[in-house]
């Protein structure tokens, strides 16, 4: 639309008192291309940005007379700023000739008071025009600038979150609120590990996010892969509805996706950015800069975590291959075992802890340790250390020997590497038990109804090479429980371990009768989101009549 041959591009709010006043600007701004709404008082000028506001079309510049029946124009520009949804709006100021510093209301009074420019008419329609177009074009100027510095905030603030996302899980759905946020659009973000495993991350508002089925999980793998192949940098494409699968934004909805891909460093992994078009194929630079700068960031984090859950895998694959599955454990004549092995939660390191129950000449070796660190080299050293005692109880069966051996092995083989372990030596027979603790949490003696006490067994950790006492002797009663746990059990940040120990034994004293019921009660009790792994064993003899 168009007046007098210019394009009517501004609306203007005229509030004057007068309407003499308001006609003279309104002809005046028309004329000049404006539209124009006038209104006679502060009260009516809210009411209209009021009704404006609610249908999404506030006016750009308000054009306001110091002096209205209810309330003068600094006021109703004080109100008008203090409301969130018009602080916007840039307001003018006007007065007739002669009105100056020292006037009442005069915006010189607070320093809130005056607007973003002042006119005193009578002035040229050349003059109005100018200071009009003037105030409104500061005004968006400043508004391209503000939110120019909240699109940076947010994106600051997704980048925080991706720098401290732990898994490759985390780091997607950090990627994906940070792309939702500053497009204020659905988002999906893809993290393609160097195996084809896809991570797919979804804003908070849609955690359910799913691809639709397994085809179109290759369908996106092999996209991904196509894309990506061959690429250094960022690439911003289109993918549209046919290769792009349905469902990814919206359940059951078929989009075009714009894609920001960008592959890690390494070129075994990739990152993609994805939001739908809805058919639109304007392309906005400034959102495209921001999420390329938010794709290569999460590119950056994608890359040591990829290659960390790669190693993690391996190492618990080859921990857990290594320990025997409790129906697998030997048949060992005289004795009931029950074990129990709960890794971390998935977010934590991987650790070495590991447990072992083994026939010797000279009765049942039982073993629970812990590999000092966490890391792949930590469970691999647990793997040497369990095959070591394995080979070493062929020919020895005294525990305080097996514990300086163990230690002499770390030292050749592993310098610089540390570990606990307890090593209880007992003989079904005659229940005799021989007790050696290499920096252990020494075993608990569990007798039922009546108390807990911990063996007074104590020596140093294997790997420092020095010297380990003689094994503490004891003898198993009918109806005694000898529970044997790695510190992940009951060690919590900030609570010293003499303390958690003392938890531990009054929870083994009210435990029910029982191997199982014993490790179940005391897993109930301490074993949840720990941050570290939990072993634990507990045997007894079997002619002892305890079920």
Request: hydrophobic residues 45%; charged residues 20%; glycine residues 8%.
């Amino acid at each position: 639309m168009s007046v007098d041959g210019r394009r009517t591009d501004t609306t203007v709010l005229v509030v004057d008192h007068t309407a003499a006043g308001r006609f003279a600007l309104g002809t005046v701004l028309r004329r000049a291309g404006h539209q124009v709404v006038a209104v006679g008082s502060g009260h009516e000028a809210l009411v209209e940005l009021d009704v404006r506001l609610r249908k999404g079309g506030l006016p750009d510049v308000a054009l306001v007379d110091v002096e209205l029946p209810d309330m003068s124009g600094f006021e109703l520009r004080r109100r008008l700023k203090a409301r969130p949804h018009m602080a916007g709006v840039p307001v003018v100021h006007f007065s007739a000739a002669g009105a100056g510093p020292g006037d009442p209301g005069d915006p010189a009074e607070g320093p809130d008071a005056g607007g973003e420019a002042r006119l005193t008419l009578p002035a040229s329609p050349g003059e109005i025009d100018a200071v009009v177009r003037a105030a409104v074009r500061a005004a968006r100027l400043r508004a391209d600038d503000q939110a120019a510095a909240r699109r940076l905030t947010l994106l600051s603030e997704a980048i925080v979150a991706i720098q401290s996302a732990r898994s490759p899980q985390e780091l997607a759905d950090a990627a994906a609120e940070g792309a939702a946020r500053l497009t204020g659009a659905p988002a999906a973000v893809f993290v393609l590990g160097p195996d084809d495993e896809l991570y797919r991350g979804a804003p908070r508002a849609r955690t359910s996010l799913a691809l639709p089925d397994a085809e179109a999980h290759r369908a996106v793998v092999t996209l991904l892969r196509r894309l990506t192949h061959g690429q250094a940098g960022v690439r911003i494409t289109t993918a549209s509805a046919p290769l792009w699968p349905a469902g990814i934004f919206r359940p059951g909805m078929q989009h075009d996706a714009r894609l920001v891909l960008i592959p890690t460093q390494d070129g075994r992994g990739a990152v993609c950015l994805a939001t739908p078009t809805r058919g639109v194929r304007r392309v906005d630079p400034e959102r495209e800069s921001l999420l390329a700068r938010l794709a290569q960031a999460t590119a950056l984090a994608a890359e040591p975590l990829l290659m960390y859950w790669a190693e993690r895998h391996v190492a618990l694959t080859l921990q857990h291959s290594f320990l025997p599955q409790p129906h697998r454990l030997p048949e060992l004549p005289g004795v009931d075992v029950v074990v129990r092995y709960v890794p971390a939660s998935r977010e934590t390191e991987i650790g070495g802890d590991f447990y072992a129950a083994l026939r010797t000449a000279e009765g049942v070796l039982t073993a629970v340790g812990d590999v000092v660190g966490h890391s792949l080299e930590a469970a691999t050293v647990m793997v040497e250390i369990r095959h070591a005692l394995r080979a070493y109880c062929v020919d020895e069966s005294d525990p305080a020997v097996l514990a300086e051996r163990l230690d002499r092995m770390l030292q050749l083989y592993h310098p610089g590497v540390t570990a606990t372990v307890c090593l209880v030596l007992l003989d079904p027979g005659t229940g005799r038990t021989h007790v050696a603790n290499a920096g252990h949490i020494p075993p608990l003696i569990v007798r039922d109804g009546r108390s807990a006490d911990y063996v007074k067994a104590a020596g140093p950790l294997l790997g420092p090479g020095l010297p380990h006492p003689p094994p503490t002797e004891l003898f198993l009663e009918p109806g005694d429980r000898l529970l044997m746990v790695t510190d992940g059990l009951i060690e919590t940040r900030g609570t010293d371990l003499a303390v958690s120990m003392e938890q531990l034994r009054a929870a083994a004293t009210g435990a029910m009768p029982g191997l199982d019921a014993l490790c179940d009660t005391l897993l109930s009790c301490f074993g949840h989101d720990r941050e570290d792994d939990v072993a634990m064993l507990a045997l007894r003899l079997t002619h002892q009549d305890v079920s």
